[in-house]
């Protein structure tokens, strides 16, 4: 199972210094579901991988930051390196 999530939001770092970026985003969302004879499918285990860019394109460094979606979600994300961002756990 597939989903795409996007859109503007407030990334924040959660150690200090304590940083705050304006930013867009797009993460693709991949959930394994797990199939037994007998059973109902049920979600497993999910992976996600994405891109999170400054509005003003300002660098963002490697670490672990809190996303406050627009929609009001909030999604704990890492900078892996290489501009590739990982969805760690979200809030609704």
Not at 17 to 35: C, G, L
Not at 71 to 87: A, F, Y
Request: charged share 25%; proline share 8%.
């Amino acid at each position: 199972m597939n989903e795409r999530i996007e859109g503007k939001g407030l990334l924040r770092s959660i150690r200090p210094p304590i940083v705050e970026f304006d930013v867009v985003y797009q993460f693709d969302i991949v959930t394994d579901v797990v199939r037994r004879p007998g059973f109902p499918p049920v979600a497993g285990h999910s992976h996600s991988k994405g891109t999170v860019r400054a509005v003003n394109g300002q660098f963002i460094p490697e670490g672990i930051y809190q996303l406050e979606a627009e929609d009001g979600e909030t999604l704990r994300v890492t900078n892996v390196g290489l501009g590739e961002w990982c969805i760690l756990s979200s809030q609704p």
